[in-house]
């Protein structure tokens, strides 16, 4: 197996049964508590959570963030998932791409458009490797596995802790704008668990970006993951920074007031009460990412359908608890937010 698709399966096993969670951070969802109705005037039938995202209706703001590509087990686990997206209407984000760049023999491992016709496909590369890349090269990534858009990932605190990382990364913001200007299809900008800030928010938009994913902090640390696989005597660095990042809830209410067409809230979502309040912080859908493998890991097809069954019922017992018919009625629905976020929000700058 080649070097990426050993990082690839460390990853999955890593995301699936390691200590890779942020310990002290929280995504600061618990910082926000809806006001409850306790006359909705509502029946819990009626509720209706679709939502416009990318150009396609999606039965629930829901998406399946991009986890994995480039070995026989990644393929399993994106056909898996994907199928379950297209079942149930949801998004689906694939891994990064860039195992099947270095390598088209593994390209097969992100084809999902047979089992997921009319699933929002989201592809994915690395800003990092897109700035050394052609355009056309670029589309043709996003191309090739028939995908609606393409997330850019943001990584930087990943990749400086990580052993033999990337520790160059000047001209992103040119790049972006370069790939907004050059590529057909949309771009999502994406962080990968450390939250985009208000500033940078305002930066995207100014260089054309008009989609992104917050990937806050509270969930999966990919400092964390780095500092796992990294040797004993390498430690210390990625131990600092394991609790670096902006909480996804701060993340999103900082960014939502930029005007982007799409916000996805990733980063810690574990329930849909998480959704609901992503959805009234300003977001479109929220992403999902470890908690996902994790149902796949340990219960199979079944234990995926079951955890979204849940989730399910928490975001629409929550619209039914504020009284809120559809999406646009929770975006409105009264809240109080506590210190903490409220100090994020005053103080991060946008
Ligand atoms: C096993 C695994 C692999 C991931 N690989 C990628 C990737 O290739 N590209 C990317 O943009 N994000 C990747 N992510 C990051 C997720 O999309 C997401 O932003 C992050 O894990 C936070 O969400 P969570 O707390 O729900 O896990 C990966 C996450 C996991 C768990």
Wanted: aromatic letters at 4%; a neutral charge.
């Amino acid at each position: 197996m080649s070097e990426i698709g050993k990082r690839k399966d460390d990853h999955l096993d890593l995301a699936a049964r390691g200590d890779v969670g942020f310990h002290h951070t929280t995504t600061l969802f618990e910082a926000v508590r809806f006001v409850h109705d306790a006359l909705p005037e509502l029946s819990l039938d009626e509720i209706d959570t679709s939502q416009r995202v990318l150009g396609k209706t999606l039965r629930a703001p829901i998406l399946i963030a991009g986890m994995t590509g480039g070995t026989e087990r990644a393929a399993g686990i994106n056909r898996q998932l994907a199928k379950l997206a297209q079942a149930r209407g949801y998004a689906f984000g694939l891994g990064s791409q860039r195992a099947m760049y270095k390598d088209p023999s593994v390209a097969e491992s992100y084809r999902v458009r047979d089992v997921a016709p009319d699933v929002l496909l989201l592809g994915n590369i690395g800003l990092v490797q897109a700035a050394q890349m052609q355009s056309d090269e670029v589309a043709a990534l996003a191309r090739s596995v028939a995908a609606d858009a393409l997330c850019l990932h943001l990584n930087p605190a990943q990749e400086a802790v990580q052993a033999g990382g990337d520790r160059d990364f000047r001209n992103g913001l040119s790049t972006i704008a370069r790939l907004v200007s050059e590529l057909a299809l949309p771009l999502v900008v994406k962080e990968t668990g450390c939250g985009i800030s208000g500033s940078v928010a305002r930066r995207l938009r100014a260089a054309g970006v008009r989609h992104l994913d917050v990937s806050g902090a509270g969930g999966t640390s990919w400092v964390a993951v780095e500092t796992q696989r990294a040797q004993a005597s390498r430690r210390g660095l990625g131990e600092t920074f394991w609790e670096w990042g902006i909480p996804t809830a701060a993340s999103v209410a900082l960014a939502a007031g930029h005007g982007f067409d799409t916000v996805f809230a990733t980063g810690g979502v574990s329930s849909g009460l998480d959704v609901a309040k992503a959805i009234a912080l300003g977001a479109h859908a929220a992403g999902l990412a470890r908690p996902v493998l994790q149902a796949l890991e340990g219960g199979g097809e079944t234990g995926v359908e079951d955890f979204f069954d849940r989730v399910e019922a928490e975001l629409r017992t929550a619209m039914l608890l504020v009284g809120a018919r559809d999406l646009a009625a929770l975006r409105r629905a009264a809240r109080v937010v506590g210190p903490e976020l409220s100090l994020w929000l005053g103080q991060a700058g946008g």
